[in-house]
């Protein structure tokens, strides 16, 4: 619940800005989500790499996912 009262203080805060203002706030929080989001895939990758070094996963192309998913 207090993330919600958090989140509305800062709409309502945002709603205060100019429009120029609001524009950079968007664009900023776009750059940081896309930024989150690689971080996010590299850590996917790093872990997957690690998981092949150990064995523990195997190379596979489509059509063998696909047969596994279907089987």
Avoid: P, T
Wanted: hydrophobic share 50%; glycine share 4%; no cysteine.
């Amino acid at each position: 619940m207090l993330q919600a009262a958090v989140f509305n203080e800062v709409v309502e805060a945002a709603d205060s800005l100019s429009m120029a203002e609001q524009e950079a706030l968007v664009d900023i929080l776009r750059r940081r989500l896309a930024e989150a989001r690689r971080n996010e895939l590299l850590g996917y990758i790093r872990e997957a790499q690690g998981e092949y070094r150990a064995g523990k996963a195997q190379i596979a192309d489509v059509a063998d996912i696909m047969e596994d998913i279907l089987s």
